[in-house]
T-cell receptor
Framework: AQKITQTQPGMFVQEKEAVTLDCTYD???????LFWYKQPSSGEMIFLIY??????QNATEGRYSLNFQKARKSANLVISASQLGDSAMYFC????????????FGAGTQVVVTP | DGGITQSPKYLFRKEGQNVTLSCEQN?????MYWYRQDPGQGLRLIYY???????QKGDIAEGYSVSREKKESFPLTVTSAQKNPTAFYLC????????????FGPGTRLTVL
């Protein structure tokens, strides 16, 4: 069964606008971590932000914030003030508590930022 | 500069040949991982290693082999038993801890002709 679901295959966003990328997850483990990565056309995966299942506050890193809704099993990424350099694939991933190091990835969302 | 290097960036091989992909890190991370990415898809875990001389199979280990003789190095061999080896291969490492964030290398694109 799919553990990470990203329902938006692609989206366009205008420069300087905010964009929300959806991610839902499925786990019965009370301890887990959620990650977002950016993959530009060069192929390298760039770590953006992390949210632990026991974290009380939503994670933020610069222009990136994670809208964590635990009861809904949702971990949406919000990019504020989009820049042209934000154009990339974005992947949501989860590590379940007992699966040390193993990340499970969603299929990704392609973001294109337009001037 | 600290980081993860993978070489080569592009690799071409004939069907039936084994090929070894290199992954080196100087981040002093204990754990290393290999993932495979097919077009339009997310990453799938092939093998991972938490410590030198120890490694575990991931979700798609069939047709692949690894070794971990040094902390810095985690080479992946794609054997002739792998039915569809053409893909993008990404190596990652992590240092453990609460988040245990994985950091990735630039990847190797393997094409089997």
């Amino acid at each position: 069964a799919q553990k990470i679901t990203q329902t938006q295959p692609g989206m366009f966003v205008q420069e300087k606008e905010a964009v929300t990328l959806d991610c839902t997850y499925d786990t019965s483990d009370p301890s887990y971590g959620l990650f977002w990565y950016k993959q530009p056309s060069s192929g390298e995966m760039i770590f953006l932000i992390y949210q632990g299942s026991y974290d009380q506050q939503n994670a933020t890193e610069g222009r990136y914030s994670l809208n964590f809704q635990k009861a809904r099993k949702s971990a949406n990424l919000v990019i504020s003030a989009s820049q042209l350099g934000d154009s990339a694939m974005y992947f949501c991933a989860m590590r379940e508590g007992q699966s040390w190091g193993k990340l499970q990835f969603g299929a990704g969302t392609q973001v294109v930022v337009t001037p | 500069d600290g980081g993860i290097t993978q070489s080569p960036k592009y690799l071409f091989r004939k069907e039936g040949q084994n090929v070894t992909l290199s992954c080196e890190q100087n981040l002093n991370h204990d754990a290393m991982y290999w993932y495979r990415q097919d077009p339009g898809q997310g990453l799938r875990l092939i093998y991972y290693s938490q410590i030198v001389n120890d490694f575990q199979k991931g979700d798609i280990a069939e047709g692949y082999s690894v070794s971990r003789e040094k902390k810095e190095s985690f080479p992946l061999t794609v054997t002739s038993a792998q039915k569809n080896p053409t893909a993008f291969y990404l190596c990652a490492s992590s240092m453990g801890g609460r988040a245990d964030t994985q950091y990735f290398g630039p990847g190797t694109r393997l094409t089997v002709l």
